[in-house]
Nanobody, 125 residues
Framework: QVQLVESGGGLVQAGGSLRVSCAAS????????MAWFRQAPGKEREFVAA???????YYADSVKGRFTISRDAAKNTVSLQMNSLKPEDTAVYYC???????????????????WGQGTQVTVSS
């Protein structure tokens, strides 16, 4: 059974940094795409960042230059380093994985096959 487990969320002041990580287990394959989405209260889930084949990265405009996604294929983990955090970054952050390569579908939640349970990130002003 494939599982994605996020860790590293928490409370931080505006301008601070956090790193969230996601560990995949139970895999008989490697994910082509791994991504982070987030969902704030009362809002739809939105794309944050993705990485394809371990090297090609994608970012939402709202986080570009502040967040960095990385992947350790040997450990089946993907991480999101978040710097210069803003209160509007407050959300539950979800890790997602896709078994096939995504191109235009990179930004769409329904293109991903597996999801973690989420980790809360709260940025205070």
């Amino acid at each position: 059974q494939v599982q994605l487990v996020e860790s590293g969320g928490g409370l931080v002041q505006a301008g601070g940094s956090l790193r969230v990580s996601c560990a995949a287990s139970g895999l008989a394959f490697s994910f082509y795409n791994m991504a982070w989405f987030r969902q704030a209260p009362g809002k739809e889930r939105e794309f944050v960042a993705a990485i394809r084949s371990g090297v090609i990265t994608y970012y939402a405009d709202s986080v570009k230059g502040r967040f960095t996604i990385s992947r350790d294929a040997a450990k089946n983990t993907v991480s999101l380093q978040m710097n210069s955090l803003k209160p509007e970054d407050t959300a539950v952050y979800y890790c997602a994985g896709a078994k096939r390569p995504l191109y235009s579908g990179t930004y769409q939640a329904d293109e991903y096959d597996y999801w973690g349970q989420g980790t809360q990130v709260t940025v205070s002003s």
